[in-house]
């Protein structure tokens, strides 16, 4: 089993909203920044939202800001992505992942530990 798990992705409509989690098993993600990337078809993966080991500072890609929120329950040992009026270019296999750091970076070889991603499709 892999340490990181995504769930919460599915079909929604334009404007609609999803919430993401990743929580992780038997790998302690406190001391951890964790990043949120998508990749749709035909296209590379891409950093969507990255939180810092305490929650004190994130990061959006311009495409997403105002519309997502990273938040993290470290005594849950889970990371969430609060989506929301989502368009059908949000479309895409979503991946959370770890960073050995508290920071965050936008660089996906920076990213040690990742989930096995949940789809999101926006489709009316």
């Known amino acids: 089993q892999l340490p990181l798990v995504e769930s919460g992705g599915g079909l929604v409509q334009p404007g609609g909203s999803l919430r993401l989690s990743c929580a992780a098993s038997?790998?302690?993600?406190?001391?951890?920044?964790i990043g949120w990337f998508r990749q749709a078809p035909g296209k590379e993966r891409e950093g969507v939202s990255c939180i810092s080991s305490a929650g004190g500072s994130t990061h959006y890609t311009d495409s997403v800001k105002g519309r997502f929120i990273i938040s993290r329950d470290n005594a849950k040992n889970t990371v969430y992505l609060q989506m929301n009026s989502l368009k059908p270019e949000d479309t895409g296999v979503y991946y959370c992942?770890?960073?050995?750091?508290?920071?965050?970076?936008?660089?996906?070889?920076?990213?040690?530990?990742w989930g096995q991603g949940t789809q999101v499709t926006v489709s009316s």
């Open positions: 038997g790998l302690p993600l406190r001391f951890s920044a």
């Open positions: 992942a770890r960073r050995r750091l508290n920071y965050c970076s936008d660089i996906y070889e920076d990213y040690d530990y």
